[in-house]
Antibody, heavy 126, light 106 residues
Framework: QVQLQESGPGLVKPSQTLSLTCTVS??????????WSWIRQPAGKGLEWIGR???????NYNPSLKSRVTISVDTSKDQFSLKLSSVTAADTAVYYC??????????????????WGKGTTVTVSS | SYELTQPPSVSVSPGQTASITCSGD??????AYWYLQKPGQSPVLVIY???QRPSGIPERFSGSNSGNTATLTISGTQAMDEADYYC?????????FGGGTKLTVL
C-alpha cells in the first residue's frame, strides 16, 4: 500500500525559503504511472494546489505561486521536494504531498489526487 | 483564471439525501472530482471523473456533472459523513479547487 510522508522544518522565518520533502513508500516514483503533487491549506481555509511533477521531470505550477516555487524529484530515493522562496505569514499552512493520476479519457483530460500524505504544518514567523 | 463555486454550508438530517453543488464555466466539459476532509485529517477522494467511486467508498456517494454544475449526492446520509467537501477540476494545466462546503448532519 502506497504511503506518502512529508518532512521538513515546522518554522520558517519571513523572507526565507520553505523546503519540504515527500517520501514515497510502497511505490516507485520512477514507475512513470503517476504524477506527484503538493497542495497546501491555511488553517480554517480551503485547499490550494501548488504544483506537480512527473518522473520525467515535467512540471506544472499554480500560476499564482509560480515565481516562488520549485518542485523537484529524486527518483533514486523515491522522494520529491518543494521549495517556496520569499515566504510571508500568508504561506503559513498545512502542506500536503499527494500522488496523482492523469491522462486522457473520452477526449477529456483527467487529473486527480488519489493518495495523500498526512500533512505537515509550516508556520512562517520570526 | 478558472473558478469553482460551492455553497459554504449544507445541512441534512440523518438518513436523508444531501446534495452539494460545484459551479464553474462549462464545468460539464471537464471532469469533476470530489474530496471529503474531516477535521485534522487529510482529504480523501470520494468521486473521480464525475461519477466514479474509488474502491472503499460507500455506494451512497454518487456524482454527476452537466452544463455548469457538478453535484455530489450522498444518499442515506450518516453522521460519519459530516465533513468538509471540496470539488476539483483541471483547467489550463492547473488543478482548481472549489472553496469547500461544510456538510452538517443534524
Amino acid at each position: 500500500q502506497v504511503q506518502l510522508q512529508e518532512s521538513g522544518p515546522g518554522l520558517v522565518k519571513p523572507s526565507q525559503t520553505l523546503s519540504l520533502t515527500c517520501t514515497v513508500s510502497g511505490a516507485s516514483i520512477s514507475s512513470g504511472v503517476y504524477y506527484w503533487s503538493w497542495i497546501r491549506q491555511p488553517a480554517g481555509k480551503g485547499l490550494e494546489w501548488i504544483g506537480r511533477i512527473y518522473s520525467s521531470g515535467s512540471i506544472n505550477y499554480n500560476p499564482s505561486l509560480k515565481s516562488r516555487v520549485t518542485i523537484s524529484v529524486d527518483t533514486s530515493k523515491d522522494q520529491f521536494s518543494l521549495k517556496l522562496s520569499s515566504v510571508t505569514a500568508a504561506d503559513t499552512a498545512v502542506y500536503y504531498c499527494a500522488r496523482a493520476v492523469g491522462g486522457m479519457r473520452n477526449n477529456y483530460y483527467y487529473y486527480y489526487m488519489d493518495v495523500w500524505g498526512k500533512g505537515t504544518t509550516v508556520t512562517v514567523s520570526s | 483564471s478558472y473558478e469553482l463555486t460551492q455553497p459554504p454550508s449544507v445541512s441534512v438530517s440523518p438518513g436523508q439525501t444531501a446534495s452539494i453543488t460545484c459551479s464553474g464555466d462549462k464545468l460539464g466539459a471537464k471532469y469533476a472530482y470530489w474530496y471529503l476532509q474531516k477535521p485534522g485529517q487529510s482529504p480523501v477522494l470520494v468521486i473521480y471523473q464525475d461519477n466514479q467511486r474509488p474502491s472503499g467508498i460507500p455506494e451512497r456517494f454518487s456524482g454527476s456533472n452537466s452544463g455548469n454544475t457538478a453535484t455530489l449526492t450522498i444518499s442515506g446520509t450518516q453522521a460519519m459523513d459530516e465533513a468538509d467537501y471540496y470539488c476539483q477540476a483541471w483547467d489550463s494545466s492547473t488543478v482548481v479547487f472549489g472553496g469547500g462546503t461544510k456538510l452538517t448532519v443534524l
